[in-house]
């Protein structure tokens, strides 16, 4: 997919899959994550992610369900967006 390609040159890193990695992913799949879901959260771990941003509802709703065991905060982008912006405007001084 060429848009993956275009944004990924804005990666500033790289996390390996090392079998920390897929260990850590199989006991996500246990959870009821997908494969794929799994794999982005433990990658986001590793990388000591804060943020996995993502406007799949159901990796979101299961996000939520075991947020206590993630080590990362899965969020959707744009209710973020709005939250961060909220944020910035309640800082005194910024208006």
Same mark, same amino acid.
């Given at each position: 997919?060429?848009?993956?390609?275009?944004?990924?040159?804005?990666?500033? #890193?790289?996390?390996?899959? /090392?079998?920390?990695?897929?260990?850590?992913?199989? +006991?996500? =799949?246990?959870? $009821?994550?997908?494969? *794929?879901?799994?794999?982005?959260?433990?990658?986001?771990?590793?990388?000591? #992610?804060?943020?996995?941003? /993502?406007?799949?509802?159901?990796?979101?709703?299961? +996000?939520? =369900?075991?947020? $206590?065991?993630?080590? *990362?905060?899965?969020?959707?982008?744009?209710?973020?967006?709005?939250?961060?912006?909220?944020?910035?405007?309640?800082?005194?001084?910024?208006?």
């Amino acid at each position: 997919m060429l848009y993956r390609r275009k944004y990924s040159i804005l990666a500033t #890193s790289r996390i390996a899959v /090392t079998d920390r990695v897929v260990r850590r992913a199989s +006991a996500l =799949k246990a959870l $009821n994550f997908t494969t *794929v879901d799994a794999l982005h959260i433990a990658c986001a771990e590793a990388g000591q #992610s804060d943020l996995l941003l /993502t406007t799949d509802d159901r990796f979101l709703c299961k +996000a939520r =369900k075991h947020r $206590n065991i993630l080590k *990362v905060r899965v969020e959707n982008p744009i209710l973020w967006l709005m939250e961060v912006t909220q944020d910035e405007a309640d800082k005194p001084g910024t208006h």
